[in-house]
């Protein structure tokens, strides 16, 4: 059994940081790829970044140069710089088993239970 477990949302101005991190248990944490996703209200859940076991990182478009994936052994954090409205959303962390990183959600089997991100304009 895999638990994860996020942490570091909140309540941000335009412009503003947050690191959001995500701390795994239950098994060995490797090899296994990190991914975290975000939902909106009224909209489906879509990938924001992902890091491979070779931490190897892969971002939407919407958050390249804004956002950054980085992993500790079996932590894994998002930097997010730059936050605008738009990037408000429940934050999921996600692993799967395997060392690619994919953006699809149907490729990770643990989900942990989301942090609220709030960026007001």
């Known amino acids: 059994q895999v638990q994860l477990v996020e942490s570091g949302g909140g309540l941000v101005q335009a412009g503003g940081s947050l690191r959001l991190s995500c701390a795994a248990s239950g098994r060995s944490f490797s090899p296994y790829a990190m991914g975290w996703f975000r939902q909106a209200p009224g909209k489906e859940r879509e990938f924001v970044a992902g890091i491979s076991v070779s931490s190897t990182a892969l971002y939407a478009e919407s958050v390249k140069g804004r956002f950054t994936i980085f992993r500790d052994n079996a932590l894994v954090y998002l930097q997010m710089d730059s936050l605008k409205p738009e990037d408000t959303a429940v934050y999921y962390c996600?692993?799967?088993?395997?060392?690619?990183?994919?953006?699809?959600?149907?490729?990770?089997?643990?989900w942990g239970q989301g942090t609220q991100v709030t960026v007001s304009s």
């Open positions: 996600a692993i799967r088993s395997g060392s690619a990183v994919y953006s699809q959600t149907s490729r990770y089997g643990y």
